[in-house]
């Protein structure tokens, strides 16, 4: 009902039309609102002219009219009487509901008449303020016009229907609102007056009640309005002018001004024309249906815009933000090697300052001395030593001549940042408009034969099919973490060999490999499982099946070389991603085909002089675990540690270039197990104060090990140059424990010890220690926790 309220509206005021009446052109006016924009034309135009000069043109006949409307469609806003350049102009106004319209030339006449009944200025035209359309009047002026009663009603009923509620018409102070109607008494009625004024018995048991709303209606219904004849007033509407499309009288037949026309009953074109308005009703409500999913399908594809705009959005920030980052750690390696061209520098000056001043305070003391002897009056001991002054005093002086007072370091830098190539590239920026269509890569195939793991580290290696003719740009690794849960990224790169270091000891990982290029990603590869040591290393085995009784002894297979790919940190800040280095896994497979297994054991297993049986037995059948010991091969870390620890002997030996604590963490991580390692204090000047312990890995490096709740360590206790400190991580009973020389320091030092925990040292440049790995359990440790 309210889309249809602007319908009811008229387009002059903008409000419901009131006493509308019928342009030709099939358009609605109130009947004062079409008096006040009429419009006095020439006298050579009025219909009094046209029928002195014969013409044949009816007053209705407004399509001739048209031809030489009085405002064009175009109009600016100014019209003139078209043909006649001294005809006035009249400037237009704009309704509410935004149609033109044209005020009176000039004002009416001052009458006592109604503005419906008041005369109408002679020679008057009226322009349809909706099409534009004119039309000169006769003499019977607006009258000349048949009402529009049908929307009179519609105008009613809608007003009607959202009018206040109904009011009880029986309630003697304050009317309540009426909950039913009678239609025999036409009285609107509360419940209280119902029951007291209208009982439901003798006689009023036939009335019809009915609710107030429909009441409201039937009441606006009965007695209908019946329209009249506009050139009869007291006729009424009897037939049909088929030519002239307009109901006529009795009496209009009678006169002959339809005599040549085709009439025809009122009441079968009012059938006729509302079935044929029903007809075109569902044609347009069809289209409307069609809108209605079309605008659906428009806000639909709102929706997909915004949601593809801030995803597309996301990626552009994503792909900045990488550029920035790649940026940020290009200016902090530049930014690095400036520093270190600094610190050149100054230690240049700084040692030439130094030993200029020493030999300045050497001359300087020289020449004083000299001052003395020549104030002696004793020319024989004077003689006795002049020589030897003289000399000293011009090999001093020669000393001073030998570019020793020329600085041996430049205070400009030697450096020049060209940057205009990245200038340019980034200016050159912009969207690539044609996206490729060229498929995704195939899956990778894992190569189970160059696969293995290594104490708590993993060797993953893959290739494309044989037959893949689409090349991938790179290939994405993915881990879980352990203890089955989510996989995450821990490579992005173009190699196809990569080993993950820093995994949890004796713990089972999942593994798969996808391929990309800019199309898109492959599917993932088969999941391939991994099984970590929980012996790290054996140091003795023992064949069940060995011609000699010796003992066999398996060294060690330590890596010679190994370069860092890429350093990333899903389950801990110290992974490493490096080349694998050659060796050899022996494992099974399970029977899924989905998913491979991998089982490492020892390295190097067919060593000479082994004679294993490894047909059908297991590991656990090939060896004899009573003499496997669990040690730990590792070195300190310079990815983590302070940038002011200086490395040397292959990142075993540390020392620090600052007179402040600096902390360095330790390459391997431990969750689970027994380890134990060593550090000897190889310098140790001025009592510094340095601290050996465990930490997390987001201790702070800056202070001395132990300020913060993420640090255990000691501090003091007979530490001297050449003595050892032991450290002794027991995560099965969670403990921390000390030794210095072999001897523990007193009782446990920390328990409750849970989580990730790295080898950590904190020093500075008074000390240097060297980390030694690898080692055993001290045996009474041992001992004592078999007992235990």
């Not at 003697?172 to 909950?179: F, I, L, M, R, S």
Request: hydrophobic share 35%; with cysteine.
């Amino acid at each position: 009902m309210e889309e249809m309220e602007e319908e009811l509206k008229c387009p002059v005021c903008g409000s419901f039309y009131r006493e509308p009446i019928i342009l030709p052109c099939s358009h609605n006016l109130c009947q004062a609102c079409a008096r006040n924009i009429l419009v006095q034309t020439p006298e050579s135009e009025s219909p009094q002219s046209r029928r002195a000069s014969g013409s044949g043109v009816s007053d209705y006949d407004y399509l001739d009219l048209d031809k030489m409307s009085l405002y064009s469609e175009a109009d600016s806003g100014y019209g003139s009487y078209g043909g006649f350049a001294s005809a006035p102009t009249t400037p237009c106004q704009k309704s509410p509901n935004g149609v033109r319209v044209f005020p009176p030339a000039m004002p009416p006449p001052a009458t006592h008449l109604s503005p419906a009944l008041a005369p109408v200025p002679r020679n008057s035209c009226i322009t349809c303020p909706q099409c534009h359309r004119s039309l000169i009047l006769d003499d019977r002026g607006l009258r000349g016009f048949p009402k529009n009663r049908v929307l009179e009603g519609v105008i009613d009923r809608y007003q009607q229907s959202k009018a206040a509620a109904l009011k009880c018409q029986l309630c003697e102070k304050a009317p309540k609102e009426a909950t039913v109607m009678c239609e025999q008494c036409d009285v609107f009625y509360c419940d209280p007056c119902r029951l007291r004024c209208h009982p439901p018995r003798g006689p009023l048991a036939k009335h019809r009640l009915v609710p107030p709303a429909q009441g409201r209606v039937s009441r606006r219904l009965s007695p209908r309005k019946v329209s009249t004849c506009t050139d009869h007033e007291l006729e009424n509407h009897s037939m049909y002018c088929v030519q002239c499309k307009m109901p006529v009288c009795y009496q209009c037949l009678e006169e002959g001004k339809h005599s040549s026309h085709e009439v025809k009953a009122l009441g079968a074109m009012w059938k006729l024309h509302k079935s044929q308005l029903s007809q075109a009703l569902n044609g347009l409500s069809d289209r409307a249906k069609e809108a209605k999913e079309f605008l659906v399908q428009l806000r639909t594809m709102v929706q997909q815009i915004q949601e593809n705009s801030v995803e597309f959005e996301a990626c552009l920030v994503a792909q900045c933000d990488a550029l920035i980052d790649a940026l940020n750690r290009r200016k902090a390696q530049l930014l690095a090697r400036v520093n270190k061209e600094h610190e050149h520098k100054l230690k240049v000056v700084r040692d030439q300052i130094s030993h200029c001043t020493v030999k300045l305070r050497q001359t300087t003391g020289l020449m004083e001395y000299c001052l003395e002897v020549i104030k002696e009056n004793d020319p024989s001991g004077f003689l006795q030593i002049s020589d030897a002054l003289i000399r000293r005093v011009h090999l001093t002086e020669d000393q001073w001549g030998k570019g020793t007072l020329t600085p041996r370091m430049t205070t400009d830098f030697d450096l020049s940042l060209d940057n205009s190539p990245l200038l340019q590239s980034i200016h050159q920026l912009d969207f690539v408009q044609v996206k490729a269509s060229s498929p995704v890569p195939a899956t990778p195939i894992l190569q189970l034969e160059e696969c293995c793991t290594h104490n708590n580290s993993a060797t993953l290696s893959w290739k494309q099919p044989p037959l893949s003719t689409v090349a991938a740009e790179g290939y994405i690794l993915e881990l879980d973490d352990g203890s089955g849960g989510q996989f995450r990224e821990v490579y992005v790169g173009k190699e196809t060999m990569c080993t993950v270091d820093g995994l949890h000891f004796n713990s089972t990982y999942n593994a798969r490999v996808k391929a990309f290029n800019k199309t898109g990603v492959s599917p993932y590869s088969k999941t391939l499982v991994l099984q970590t040591s929980e012996a790290i290393t054996t140091r003795e085995i023992k064949p069940l099946k060995n011609t000699d009784s010796e003992e066999q002894t398996l060294p060690f297979p330590v890596p010679s070389e190994r370069l860092p790919l890429r350093r990333m940190s899903p389950f801990s800040s110290t992974l490493n991603l490096q080349p694998s280095f050659p060796g050899r896994s022996y494992f099974d497979f399970r029977s899924s085909p989905h998913q491979l297994s991998l089982h490492s054991s020892l390295q190097s297993l067919n060593a000479p002089g082994c004679n294993f049986e490894t047909q059908s037995a297991s590991y656990s059948q090939l060896v004899d675990i009573k003499k496997l010991l669990a040690v730990a091969w590792f070195a300190f870390d310079p990815g983590s540690a302070h940038s002011d620890i200086i490395f040397s002997n292959d990142n075993l030996t540390v020392t620090c270039s600052s007179y402040d604590d600096r902390v360095v963490l330790g390459k391997t991580g431990f969750s689970k197990g027994v380890h134990y390692w060593e550090l000897t204090i190889d310098r140790y000047d001025n009592h510094p104060d340095p601290a050996f312990g465990v930490a997390r890995i987001d201790v702070m490096k800056d202070v001395m090990l132990g300020k913060d709740d993420k640090a255990w360590a000691i501090t003091e206790g007979g530490i001297t140059k050449g003595a050892t400190i032991g450290v002794l991580l027991d995560l099965h009973r969670k403990t921390l424990t000390f030794f210095i020389n072999n001897e523990q320091q007193g009782p446990i030092a920390f328990e409750n010890v849970e989580g990730l925990f790295f080898p950590a040292v904190s020093l500075n440049r008074n000390v240097q220690v060297t980390l030694h790995t690898g080692l055993p359990v001290p045996d009474f440790y041992s001992s004592r926790a078999s007992i235990a």
